[in-house]
């Protein structure tokens, strides 16, 4: 009795000893078979993926860019070794692409990206480090196990050591060609040199959202200014009034409106221009009434302008007000924001567009934006040498 008791301990020992040591390629066989691979199948992608070098084998069922690059692979080292014609080689590679022709498409299916194992290698990013001013650049290196980054830097200059980096958390904000930007907090994980770069060691995260578009930024601030309602099409948007307006102060601005309070009972939808001082800059702000909050007890309002004309030089006046007094965190965000936008900008190759003069004072439409949907792929040179092509010709997959 004692003796079946200690050979079944020891045996439930061993079971749970060769589940820790064969965790990896349990998992990598079983979510092979869920994705529609035969064992012998999920043994020649084995061998592939640790022929390649891959830390995260499973990757290669989830990730177009490291499918992408065993089959490079593959393709690389048969060619070199007279296998490439194989028939067993050949068929898997037709399973190969076609489950790479799979993987793209339910990805694409999906409502954006979903992990950061995604990422591409050569994605520039914008990463926000809290406690130091500013945003820093960088890009991946290579996406595995962790994601390795350039060590950042602001004006080509590395403000802050790769040592300082580690075990922090990190805001990082991209944009993702013919997708969107999005925005993921990561942390630090090690630093160290990959390929000859120092470099930074990144969390895989699924936390991903998709950044929002950069929004113009407020700023609290009481102004005094003169507003005038419009009657008629506006020929000359630079006529500086003369005549006193209806007083009013500004508890908010932006480029793109105001939040305006002003005695009396506002008019929504009412067609209006402001005109005030900023910096010893003159404004002239035309727009519209969107909203009004009236009160009562003290007769007045609160109208929510939104700005549908302004000025390029007193626009760029009104960001400077605005950004000189933004607390830091919205400064990097905005920045952040505005540096992927400009990526975005560059990589659809938009065209520039020639100012049409306005005949009447109406909404500005958003146009739709077009994504360029072509994707890339980036090749990668794998350290470690195939150990035996001649196995895994004959393997039969079929």
């Given at each position: 009795m004692v003796f079946t008791l200690i050979i079944t301990v020891i045996l439930i020992l061993v079971f749970c000893r060769l589940l820790v040591v064969f965790s990896d390629k349990i998992k990598f066989f079983t979510t092979g078979n869920d994705s529609g691979f035969r064992f012998a199948e999920c043994i020649v992608l084995w061998k592939l993926a640790k022929m390649t070098g891959l830390e995260e084998p499973t990757a290669l069922f989830v990730s177009v860019p490291t499918l992408n690059r065993a089959i490079s692979y593959l393709l690389t080292e048969a060619r070199r070794r007279g296998y490439e014609n194989s028939p067993k080689i050949q068929?898997?590679?037709t399973k190969l692409y076609k489950f790479r022709t799979k993987i793209n498409i339910d990805h694409e299916n999906k409502c954006g990206?979903?992990?950061t194992r995604y990422l591409d290698k050569g994605q520039r990013l914008r990463i926000i480090f809290p406690g130091h001013k500013g945003v820093f650049s960088s890009e991946i290196l290579n996406n595995s196990h962790e994601i390795i980054v350039k060590l950042p830097v602001q004006n080509g200059i590395a403000t802050v050591l790769s040592e300082e980096w580690i075990n922090h958390e990190i805001s990082v904000y991209l944009w993702r060609k013919g997708d969107a930007s999005y925005v993921f907090?990561?942390?630090?994980?090690?630093?160290?040199?990959?390929n000859g770069q120092t470099a930074l060691f990144l969390f895989q995260t699924n936390e991903l959202l998709r950044a929002q578009k950069r929004r113009s930024v407020r700023c609290e601030c009481n102004l005094n200014a003169s507003m005038y309602f419009?009657?008629?099409?506006?020929a000359d948007f630079n006529l500086v009034e003369t005549e006193p307006g209806y007083r009013v102060v500004?508890?908010?601005i932006s480029e793109d409106g105001a939040m305006i309070r002003v005695g009396g009972k506002g008019i929504a939808n009412a067609q209006i221009k402001l005109q005030f001082m900023i910096n010893e800059v003159l404004i002239l702000m035309y727009g519209i009434v969107r909203a009004v909050e009236y009160n009562?007890?003290?007769n007045q309002s609160r109208l929510h302008f939104e700005c549908i004309h302004l000025d390029t030089g007193m626009r760029n006046a009104i960001l400077s007000f605005v950004y000189n007094v933004l607390p830091q965190d919205k400064k990097d965000i905005f920045d952040a924001l505005s540096a992927t936008e400009?990526?975005?900008s560059k990589d659809e190759s938009l065209s520039d567009e020639n100012e049409q003069e306005v005949a009447e004072l109406e909404p500005v439409e958003t146009e739709n934006e077009t994504e360029d949907s072509e994707s890339q792929s980036s090749d990668i040179r794998f350290d470690k040498s195939l150990e035996s092509l001649d196995k895994l010709a004959k393997i039969d997959v079929n």
């Open positions: 068929n898997l590679l990206l979903e992990s907090d990561t942390k630090v994980a090690s630093a160290g040199v990959f419009i009657k008629q099409p506006v500004l508890e908010d009562g007890e003290i400009d990526e975005q």
